[in-house]
């Protein structure tokens, strides 16, 4: 089977994430370590046990669960899945991080350290209390623009996320974004809500934290990967590792369009898609965006194993 290896972004964390690899494997084991000794605290601890309130801030949310994604792909090399087999790796927002240190383009530590600073920037760009972001559930990505365009006002409303067909979220300033999600609900939006986010993430006013990134990614050893990145921003493959800083730099504030680059997976010869870390989030989307790709959602030491007999029989 030809795969693409997906890796999960902000909101599949959960407290338990990654134990049980933890306890199986010990290659998985080692990169809980090596985040916490990158991070000067236990982080491992607050992924095992919560609480789930501290887990869910953006600070620790960020490179907890690129830890459980790169040790849910240390479990899979153990049992001899190759990264370098897989036609791409593709990361929803924060999982770019994780796509990119499991294709060995970022080391594990530096890919910690750099999440740190990332959930630190974007929490910091705006005071809190006055940005939102809502989803616009049942309106395509062209009503979602609409909507976002005839909402801002003076203030900023964007879509954030393009996830799946009728899957879209805006994100900007809280009165342009309350204001969306009414005139949503008039032009037939099925479920038009806001999240229960601490920042207006992919907006253009994440500009502060953007100028963080792009700061903190040249002070940084990026390689190529061994597998190609389908970037989140420009829906390219990228293996260039200066190409890998600017996209990484513009998804700060950019649209992730994840439907968009998951149709492109087909066109790339990609049946099969792997989450590999918490959660079946982009599990769900796959399935709602192209129903003929085969998926595995490898987050817990028995998924590694399902997967592997899956794999060894194609």
């Known amino acids: 089977m030809t795969t693409a290896l997906t890796f999960p972004g902000q909101g599949s964390q959960f407290p338990g994430m990654g134990r049980s690899l933890a306890d199986t494997y010990p290659a998985a084991r080692a ?10 605290e236990p982080l491992s601890q607050l992924m095992f046990e919560g609480p789930e309130e501290t887990l869910r801030l953006t600070a620790n949310a960020q490179p907890a669960l690129m830890a459980v994604s790169l040790a849910a792909m240390r ?3 153990a049992e001899g899945v190759k990264v370098r087999e897989a036609a791409l790796v593709a990361g929803h927002s ?17 890919a910690a350290r750099l999440l740190r600073r990332r959930g630190e920037a974007m929490q910091s760009a705006v005071p809190s209390g006055e940005g939102a972001m809502a989803a616009l559930l049942g309106l395509d990505i062209d009503a979602a623009e609409a909507v976002a365009r005839d909402a801002a006002g003076d203030g900023v409303c964007e879509v954030a996320n393009d996830n799946a067909p009728g899957q879209c979220v805006v ?4 009165d342009a ?4 999600v009414a005139l949503a609900k008039e032009r037939g939006a099925r479920r038009p809500m806001l999240l229960p986010v601490s920042a207006p993430f992919h907006c253009s006013l994440m500009r502060p934290a953007a100028r963080v990134m792009e700061e903190a990614l040249a002070a940084t050893a990026l390689r190529s990967p061994t597998t190609p990145l389908l970037a989140n921003v420009s829906v390219r493959r990228l293996t260039d590792p200066d190409e890998i800083r600017d996209s990484l730099v513009g998804q700060v504030t950019g649209r992730v369009r994840w439907r968009e680059g998951v149709q492109r997976f087909a066109g790339l010869g990609v049946t099969t898609v792997v989450e590999v870390g918490a959660g079946k989030v982009l599990t769900g989307l796959a399935k709602r965006i192209n129903r003929s790709l085969r998926t595995f959602a490898v987050g817990e030491a028995d998924d590694v194993a399902a997967f592997v007999g899956a794999w060894a029989e194609a």
């Open 31 to 40: 990169v809980f370590e090596e985040v916490d000794d990158a991070l000067g």
């Open 75 to 77: 479990a899979l090399e």
């Open 94 to 110: 924060l999982g770019e991080y994780s796509a990119l240190a499991a294709a060995g383009s970022l080391g594990v530590a530096d």
């Open 177 to 180: 974004v309350e204001r969306a």
């Open 171 to 174: 994100s900007g300033d809280r």
